[in-house]
C-alpha cells in the first residue's frame, strides 16, 4: 500500500498513510512471536540431542567396564586351569584368593586383586576330595552402584 494512499478511518473518514503504519507494526509483531517459537523449538532440539549424546558416552563407558570385568573372570579360570595342570589340584586351596603373575607363572595371592577399576576375587570350594569348584568374581563402582559379573566352573583330579 502507498503512503499516500487515503484508507477509511472507523469513523468513516479517510486518512492518508495510515495503513502502511499499521500493517508494519503488525507484521513487527508477528516476527517476534516466530523468533521466540524458534528459539524455544531449537533449545528442545538441542536438549534432545545434547541428553541423548551423554546417555550414549555412558552407555559406551558401562559396556565397555562390563567387557573388561567378563576378560577378568575369563582369565581368572583360564588361571585357575593353569594351576590344576601345573602343579595339581591341591594348589587350589579352599578360601578367597586374588591372583598375580610371579616369575611368569599364576599364584594365589591376598585375598582379591585389582586392576584399572576391577576388583577380582577367587573363591574355590571343595566338591569333594577330588573335585573343586572355582568361582571367579569380578566387581566394579559405577554410576549406578556396585556392579559385578561372575564366571564359575569345577576342576577333577584328572591325573
Given at each position: 500500500?502507498?503512503?499516500?494512499?487515503?484508507?477509511?478511518?472507523?469513523?468513516?473518514?479517510?486518512?492518508?498513510?495510515?495503513?502502511?503504519?499499521?500493517?508494519?507494526?503488525?507484521?513487527?509483531?508477528?516476527?517476534?512471536?516466530?523468533?521466540?517459537?524458534?528459539?524455544?523449538?531449537?533449545?528442545?532440539?538441542?536438549?534432545?540431542?545434547?541428553?541423548?549424546?551423554?546417555?550414549?558416552?555412558?552407555?559406551?563407558?558401562?559396556?565397555?567396564?562390563?567387557?573388561?570385568?567378563?576378560?577378568?573372570?575369563?582369565?581368572?579360570?583360564?588361571?585357575?586351569?593353569?594351576?590344576?595342570?601345573?602343579?595339581?589340584?591341591?594348589?587350589?586351596?579352599?578360601?578367597?584368593?586374588?591372583?598375580?603373575?610371579?616369575?611368569?607363572?599364576?599364584?594365589?595371592?591376598?585375598?582379591?586383586?585389582?586392576?584399572?577399576?576391577?576388583?577380582?576375587?577367587?573363591?574355590?570350594?571343595d566338591i569333594s576330595s577330588d573335585e573343586k569348584e572355582v568361582q571367579?568374581?569380578?566387581?566394579?563402582?559405577?554410576?549406578?552402584?556396585?556392579?559385578?559379573?561372575?564366571?564359575?566352573?569345577?576342576?577333577?583330579?584328572?591325573?
Open positions: 500500500m502507498d503512503r499516500n494512499e487515503h484508507v477509511p478511518s472507523p469513523s468513516g473518514r479517510f486518512l492518508k498513510g495510515a495503513g502502511a503504519a499499521s500493517s508494519a507494526r503488525s507484521g513487527a509483531g508477528f516476527s517476534l512471536v516466530e523468533l521466540v517459537l524458534s528459539l524455544a523449538i531449537a533449545g528442545l532440539i538441542v536438549t534432545v540431542l545434547v541428553g541423548g549424546l551423554l546417555y550414549s558416552a555412558d552407555a559406551a563407558a558401562s559396556l565397555w567396564a562390563r567387557t573388561q570385568a567378563r576378560w577378568s573372570a575369563s582369565e581368572c579360570l583360564h588361571a585357575a586351569r593353569w594351576l590344576r595342570d601345573s602343579q595339581g589340584i591341591t594348589s587350589l586351596s579352599v578360601g578367597t584368593h586374588g591372583l598375580v603373575v610371579a616369575g611368569g607363572q599364576w599364584t594365589l595371592s591376598g585375598a582379591s586383586d585389582s586392576a584399572d577399576i576391577h576388583t577380582r576375587q577367587m573363591t574355590v570350594s571367579c568374581v569380578v566387581s566394579w563402582e559405577s554410576r549406578f552402584g556396585t556392579r559385578s559379573v561372575s564366571a564359575v566352573t569345577r576342576f577333577t583330579n584328572w591325573q
